[in-house]
T-cell receptor, first 118, second 114 residues
C-alpha cells in the first residue's frame, strides 16, 4: 500500500521558536496533501489542504500566517508552525491523496508529529 | 454540508468474538465514498476498508466487512474473530465526489479483551 512518512515524529521547542514538519509520499505522487490537528481522544480536525504548486487552502479559524504550508513537489509538503506557543502543542498528522484516478479518493496518513511547546 | 455520526464512544469485545461499530452520515450527494480508519495506540491512521456508494455489494477485507445501507445512510463495520491487535480508535469517514477532503466521525474506542 501507499506509504506516507512524517518527520520529525516528536519535537519539543521553546515558546517563540518555529518548527517545521515534513510530510512525504514515498511510493506515489500526491497532488494534494492534507494537514490535520488532533487533540487527545478526539477526532481529526482538518487545518488546510495543500496543493502542489499553488497556495494552500486553510479551514476557517486556522491562521495562515501562523501555520505556513508549502507543497513544493508531488512528494513533499511542509507545515511550519511559526512563533510557537504552548497552546500550539498538539498532534499533527498529514495525509496524501494518490494522483492516479484508481484510488483518487483514498487518503493515506503519515504517522504524526507530536509537538510540545514549553 | 456532510456530517458523520458515530454514536458509540466506547465498545469492548472478547477476543475471537464479533463486534459491529455503527456509523451514519448525512449528504445530499449521490456520488461519494465511505471509509473506516483505525488509529491504534501508536496513533498511525490505518485504512481498514472503503466503499464506493455506487457499488451495491458490501466491501470485505479479511475479517473486516461493512453493512452499507444507502437508503438509511448507514455504514457499519463488522469485525469478526476479534484480535487483541484490533484494539484501537475507529473512525468512520466520508468523501463526496465534489469535496476535496474527508469528513470524520467522532470515533469509537474499541477494546478487545483477552
Amino acid at each position: 500500500g501507499a506509504v506516507v512518512s512524517q518527520h520529525p515524529s516528536r519535537v519539543i521547542c521553546k515558546s517563540g521558536t518555529s518548527v517545521k514538519i515534513e510530510c512525504r509520499s514515498l511510493d506515489f505522487q500526491a497532488t494534494t496533501m492534507f494537514w490535520y490537528r488532533q487533540f487527545p481522544k478526539q477526532s481529526l480536525m482538518l487545518m488546510a489542504t495543500s496543493n502542489e504548486g499553488s497556495k494552500a487552502t486553510y479551514e476557517q479559524g486556522v491562521e495562515k500566517d501562523k501555520f505556513l504550508i508549502n507543497h513544493a513537489s508531488l512528494t513533499l509538503s511542509t507545515l511550519t508552525v511559526t512563533s510557537a506557543h504552548p497552546e500550539d502543542s498538539s498532534f499533527y498528522i498529514c495525509s496524501a491523496r494518490e494522483q492516479s484516478t484508481g484510488s483518487r479518493e483514498t487518503q493515506y496518513f503519515g504517522p504524526g508529529t507530536r509537538l510540545l511547546v514549553l | 454540508a456532510q456530517t458523520v455520526t458515530q454514536s458509540q464512544p466506547e465498545m469492548s469485545v472478547q477476543e475471537a468474538e464479533t463486534v459491529t461499530l455503527s456509523c451514519t452520515y448525512d449528504t445530499s450527494e449521490s456520488n461519494y465514498y465511505l471509509f473506516w480508519y483505525k488509529q491504534p495506540p501508536s496513533r498511525q491512521m490505518i485504512l481498514v476498508i472503503r466503499q464506493e456508494a455506487y457499488k451495491q455489494q458490501n466491501a470485505t477485507e479479511n475479517r473486516f466487512s461493512v453493512n452499507f445501507q444507502k437508503a438509511a445512510k448507514s455504514f457499519s463495520l463488522k469485525i469478526s474473530d476479534s484480535q487483541l491487535g484490533d484494539t484501537a480508535m475507529y473512525f468512520c469517514a466520508f468523501h463526496s465526489g465534489s469535496a476535496r477532503q474527508l469528513t470524520f466521525g467522532s470515533g469509537t474506542q474499541l477494546t478487545v479483551l483477552p
